[in-house]
């Protein structure tokens, strides 16, 4: 009977207190605002995160418009004045829509977007230096509209050598994306039609339609292909 007292006691000694309810549910609820603290912490990460990449997403798309208006208002005023081979314009009404023009064409380069800026400032320079000789230099056949320039007053003086050498190096980047791409196709089929070239117009008009397909202008290219 003493034996089993003993061991009784033992056992008693060798178990731990029972903890109270309240120390529990302290713990339980210790535990969650940890978990719930770590969590939101984990939440505001992630949404900082996706700020920062919706800003840069949303500055590289309005970036994109804006250099892709600037340069379709380049282009659309390059066109109404100095006209295509199909639709050419006498040099002194040229003349005449140049000084008309020139007020817009320096507006757009006052308002270009960085990229763009040094190419629209060039424009101006050549357009004051055709008319009045007051233009700072000539900017070089470097950027794609000044090669157009080039290429057009080639062109006009019957030069398709020369004009096809000064957009010769365009033809791989002249994709829909670029807003002078598709002056850049209609120029190229001028130039066949110089040299009286109807098969490397037809190759070149294949190509042009299978890159751009519905974006492309088929009336001003049919029209220009038709007069070869």
């Known amino acids: 009977m003493a034996l089993k007292t003993n061991i009784k006691q033992k056992e008693i000694r060798i ?60 282009s659309a005023l390059i066109l109404e004045v100095e006209g295509t081979l199909t639709n050419s314009v006498p040099p002194a009404e040229k003349e005449q829509r140049m000084r008309n023009a020139l007020s817009r064409l320096e507006e757009l380069a006052r308002t270009a977007p960085g990229a763009c800026k040094s190419v629209a400032n060039g424009m101006v320079s050549t357009w004051k230096l055709e008319l009045d000789g007051k233009g700072t230099s000539l900017p070089t056949p470097a950027d794609p509209w000044s090669r157009l320039r080039l290429a057009q007053k080639n062109i006009v003086l019957g ?16 994709k829909p994306n670029q807003a002078w791409s598709q002056l850049y196709w209609s120029m190229l089929l001028q130039i066949r039609q110089l040299d009286g070239d109807r098969e490397q117009a037809l190759k070149d008009y294949a190509e042009y339609r299978k890159i751009f397909r519905e974006q492309s202008d088929l009336i001003t290219m049919d029209k220009i292909l038709d007069a070869i």
Do not use: C, Y
């Open 159 to 174: 030069q398709s050598k020369e004009a096809g050498d000064a957009i010769s190096v365009l033809h791989k980047i002249a």
């Open 15 to 74: 178990q731990k207190p029972a903890q109270s309810l309240s120390t529990f549910q302290s713990k339980i609820t210790l535990g969650m605002n940890e978990h719930s603290n770590l969590m939101k912490r984990f939440i505001i990460v992630g949404v900082a995160i996706l700020l920062g990449i919706a800003v840069v997403v949303f500055w590289n798309i309005w970036r994109h418009h804006k250099i892709e208006q600037h340069e379709t208002a380049m």
